[in-house]
C-alpha cells in the first residue's frame, strides 16, 4: 500500500470512530424515567406516583430516594420492583403500598430505575412530595340574617328566612383529593359541595371554608349537623354542640 493511501484511510478511520461515538451518545440520551403527579398524600388509596421509563438495555430494578440534603448520593428507601423489563415500562407506586410505612412527609423524592447488569448505569425522575395527612376540622355551626350572615342569630323567630352557616377549617397539611361537605337538617341533606384545597401548606393553610344554605325557620325542635368526607381519609364527623335557640340544636 502506497504512503498516500495510508494518510487517506486514517482520516475515513477517524471519521467512522467519530460517528460510532455520536450514535452511542444518541442511544444513552433516549434512556428516560419520569414520576406523575408531583404530589401526593401520605396514605392516598385513589391515587399513586405513575411511573414511566424506557431506554435501558436489559433488565432493572425500580427503587424509591430520597436526597437527605444530598441529592448526589441519595439514600434509598426501598427497592419497589426488582428484576423488570428496561426497555419500556410502566408502575403506580402507592404510599399505602409500595416502600411499606416507610414513606414520610417531605419533598424530595425520586425514582432511581438501575441497571442490573454492567455497567449498572442508573437514572434518576423528576422530585415528587408527599404531603402529611390534613387535620379537617367541623369549627362551627350557626345560623345568621341574611343581611348578616358573619354574625351569630341567637334568638330566631318562626318565619324567619335565615342562613344556616355550615364551617370547617383545614389546619395543617394539604390534601389532594378533594372533601366533601354535607349539611343536614332533622337527618336529610340541604347541601352538598366539595373542596379542592390547593396544594401548597405554607402560602395557604391554616384554610376556612363557610358555605350556607337559606332555611325559613319552623315551629319545633330541629337538629343541624355538618359531614366531612375525603377518599383518602373516610368519614370526618365532627360534632359541634351549640345551643341557639330553647327549640333549636346544632350538632
Known amino acids: 500500500m502506497s504512503k498516500t493511501a495510508s494518510n487517506s484511510i486514517k482520516p475515513l478511520l477517524l471519521t467512522l470512530v467519530t460517528v460510532s461515538v455520536l450514535l452511542m451518545t444518541v442511544v444513552e440520551g433516549m434512556t428516560a424515567v ?4 408531583t404530589a401526593l398524600n401520605l396514605g392516598a388509596t385513589s391515587d399513586g406516583f405513575l411511573t414511566n421509563w424506557s ?6 430494578n425500580v427503587s424509591v430516594y430520597y436526597d437527605n440534603g444530598n441529592p448526589t448520593t441519595p439514600t434509598r428507601l426501598c427497592d419497589a420492583i426488582i428484576n423488570t423489563s428496561g426497555a419500556s415500562g ?32 442508573k437514572y434518576y425522575s423528576n422530585y415528587f412530595t408527599v404531603y402529611q395527612k390534613p387535620d379537617l376540622v367541623a369549627e362551627r355551626i350557626w345560623l345568621s340574617s341574611i343581611s348578616t350572615p358573619g354574625i351569630e342569630l341567637t334568638d ?7 342562613y344556616i ?16 361537605i354535607k349539611g343536614y ?3 336529610s341533606p340541604v347541601y352538598t359541595s366539595t373542596y379542592s384545597p390547593p396544594i401548597n401548606a405554607i402560602t395557604y393553610y391554616p384554610s376556612t371554608q363557610t ?9 319545633g325542635s330541629h337538629t343541624i349537623r355538618e359531614l366531612l368526607s375525603n ?6 364527623r365532627r360534632s359541634v354542640v351549640q345551643q341557639v335557640h330553647p327549640q333549636i340544636s346544632l350538632q
Open 231 to 236: 377518599v383518602v381519609y373516610g368519614l370526618r
Open 211 to 219: 358555605y350556607s344554605y337559606y332555611w325559613t325557620v319552623t315551629e
Open 156 to 162: 330566631p323567630k318562626v318565619g324567619d328566612l335565615v
Open 55 to 60: 431506554g435501558y438495555s436489559g433488565q432493572v
Open 165 to 180: 352557616n355550615f364551617q370547617f377549617s383545614v389546619v395543617s397539611a394539604t390534601t389532594y383529593e378533594p372533601i366533601s
Open 34 to 37: 419520569s414520576v406523575s403527579p
Open 185 to 187: 337538617l332533622d337527618g
Open 90 to 121: 410502566q408502575a403506580t407506586l402507592y404510599t399505602n403500598g409500595a416502600c411499606g410505612s416507610g414513606w414520610s412527609a417531605r419533598s424530595d423524592y425520586r425514582v432511581g430505575i438501575e441497571l442490573r447488569t454492567a455497567p449498572y448505569t
